[in-house]
């Protein structure tokens, strides 16, 4: 499975899960640490913790368990790095915060449907 497929499956598990505000950056031109970042947020540490598990248990069946995960118990802004791909998964308030999508400006903003 290729990066965009891995995006694709991690995309349609947030959706599953009811995430929000979901963006996808293409961060390969720019960077090695990975091909895509997912961007997304939830409204609860428990949607938040259930779209992580979701991301998870899809990408581990398909073959591709994640490498390193951070900040699930307080949920407010899990990491989940994939390799190729690195999921970001925020409460609204630390997503407004943080402000991914302007870190990495740099990056092609990828529009879900044209993925």
């Given at each position: ?48 913790q259930a779209m992580t598990?979701?991301v998870s248990e899809k ?21 989940m790095d994939f390799q ?32």
């Amino acid at each position: 499975m290729n990066p965009k497929e891995m995006t694709k499956l991690a995309l349609e598990a947030l959706e599953e899960k009811k995430a929000e505000d979901i963006r996808i950056i293409d961060i390969s031109h720019i960077s090695t640490i990975a091909d895509y970042f997912i961007i997304a947020s939830g409204t609860n540490k428990s949607q938040i913790q259930a779209m992580t598990d979701n991301v998870s248990e899809k990408l581990g069946k398909a073959g591709h368990p994640e490498k390193h995960i951070e900040g699930y118990q307080n949920a407010n802004w899990i990491l989940m790095d994939f390799q190729d791909i690195i999921v970001h998964i925020f409460d609204k308030e630390n997503l407004l915060f943080y402000d991914l999508e302007r870190i990495w400006r740099d990056g092609i903003v990828i529009d879900k449907d044209n993925l």
